[in-house]
């Protein structure tokens, strides 16, 4: 079945201690991004991929690090997660610009 | 950068009634996607747009695209419970990046 899988799909953590979020999707997609989801405010865009070793920023980088090094992942890292970061993230997936998107479950953060 | 507008933000109608909700751009749109989510899950793709004037259904979802290609509707006839849930729309960011999206309709569907 073709998917994006996330995991996990919820984590409750503590201010400054680094944590990773995995993406990975088997339709041997081109492109990846992350997204945050927070009320009031829609999807915003934290980093984007348009191939291995490609990766740009998006509208809210700021405390986020993401790598990739194969096609199929694209892990997002928080080296020091703060409360603000506290949020619903979504990883995507498409083929090539211009095609439908392809979304995680979503995983729930919460920093306290 | 592309600023998508959706408008109502929230929407609460009565089971069986038609309804519309609206996405506009301020710059012309080369790609519209409209999105469907349940709350707290993912984005589920409902349809796509791309020219001026295109208009797609989906069983009871129709989705148009004005001929200026800087609006779009979904249109939702007789509406469900099963229709519940956040409707946003996307558009193609700049070159070689993926999506930009709307802030997203929240629709209640009451039986």
């Known amino acids: 079945e073709a998917q994006v899988t996330q995991n996990p799909r919820y984590l409750i953590t503590v201010t400054g201690k680094k944590l990773t979020v995995t993406c990975s999707q088997n339709?041997?997609?081109?492109?990846m991004s992350w997204y945050r989801q927070d009320p009031g405010l829609g999807l915003r865009q934290i980093y984007y991929s348009m191939n291995v070793e490609v990766t740009d920023k998006g509208d809210v980088p700021e405390g986020y690090k993401v790598s990739r090094k194969e096609k199929r992942n694209f892990p997002l890292i928080l080296e020091s997660p703060s409360p603000n970061q506290t949020s619903l993230y979504f990883c995507?997936?498409?083929?090539?610009?211009?095609?439908?998107?392809?979304f995680g479950q979503g995983t729930r953060l919460t920093v306290v | 950068s592309q600023e998508l507008e959706q408008s109502p933000q929230s929407l609460i109608v009565q089971e069986g009634k038609n309804l519309t909700i609206n996405c506009t751009s301020s710059k012309t749109l080369y790609g519209l996607y409209w999105y469907k989510q349940k709350y707290g899950e993912g984005l589920i793709f409902l349809m796509m747009l791309q020219k001026g004037g295109e208009e797609k259904s989906h069983e009871k979802i129709t989705a148009k695209l004005d001929e200026k290609k800087q609006q779009s509707s979904l249109h939702i006839t007789a509406s469900q419970p099963s229709h519940a849930g956040i409707y946003l729309c996307g558009a193609d960011k700049n070159a070689g990046n993926m999506l930009t999206f709307g802030g997203g309709t929240r629709l209640m569907v009451k039986p």
């Open positions: 339709m041997n997609h081109e492109y």
């Open positions: 995507a997936s498409s083929f090539v610009q211009g095609t439908e998107a392809f």
